[in-house]
């Protein structure tokens, strides 16, 4: 009865002996995939800094290059607006003068 005791206390300790085992692979794993994430983390956090300062740099060029076209079809806008006012405004001018010294009032 004592030796089946035994056998039984050996088999115990050598099973906890196996699960702590396991255990420590596993938590050497997990620590592998910690350390990966980590490594992928910063990669990704590298790559995104880097794509949006080019992107970013591509957007700042192509409004500069931009600018001088807007620019001058702004200054165009205006000043078409600027003689169809004018154009306007001389036209009612000379209806109002016309009115005034009309002696009917027509």
Known sequence: MDDYILQILKA???AKD???D???????G?????EMKQKIDQELETY?????ESILNE?????????????QEYQERVSNLVDRFN?????????LYERITLPDGK
């Not at 396991?22 to 050497?28: E, G, I, K, M, V």
């Open 12 to 14: 115990n300790s050598v």
């Open 18 to 20: 196996q699960v702590k």
């Open 22 to 28: 396991t255990l420590d692979s596993h938590a050497d």
């Open 30 to 34: 997990l620590e592998a995939i910690k």
């Open 48 to 52: 995104l800094a880097t794509e949006t």
């Open 59 to 71: 957007t700042d060029s192509y409004r500069a290059s931009m600018k001088p076209k807007y620019d």
């Open 87 to 95: 154009g306007a405004k001389s036209e009612w001018y000379s209806k």
